[in-house]
């Protein structure tokens, strides 16, 4: 079992930036990879962006590229969100989730944070 605990979301103007991060607990951190996904009222959740388990390999929504970043700190078990330019539209619920697998991935994760909202207002 992995716990994943996020934190950093609130609201923000457009142009703005914020910075999620994401605690893992439970089994080991450093074999998963992690992701960030999102959800918007009256949508569905949407891959945002992954990283593998070394930090070394990462993936992004066509939405998000060369806006956000993620990254990852193996030695505290936390993986974070850099989201800078925000947009109206970034406004969701984000969610941080591990994979059973190391590698980079916009599918196949077997567990969930709560998530934590962000809202862009213009």
């Known amino acids: 079992q992995v716990q994943l605990v996020e934190s950093g979301g609130g609201l923000v103007q457009a142009g703005g930036s914020l910075r999620l991060s994401c605690r893992a607990s439970?089994?080991?951190?450093?074999?998963?990879?992690m992701g960030w996904f999102r959800q918007a009222p009256g949508k569905e959740r949407e891959f945002v962006a992954s990283i593998n388990w070394s930090g070394v390999s990462t993936s992004y929504a066509d939405s998000v590229k060369g806006r956000f970043a993620i990254s990852r700190d193996n030695a505290k078990n936390t993986v974070y969100l850099q989201m800078n330019s925000l947009k109206p539209e970034d406004t969701a619920v984000y969610y941080c989730?591990?994979?059973?697998?190391?590698?980079?991935?916009?599918?196949?994760?077997?567990?969930w944070g709560q998530g934590t909202q962000v809202t862009v207002s213009s």
């Open positions: 439970g089994r080991t951190f450093s074999s998963n990879a």
């Open positions: 989730a591990a994979r059973l697998g190391s590698s980079a991935s916009a599918t196949s994760y077997s567990y």
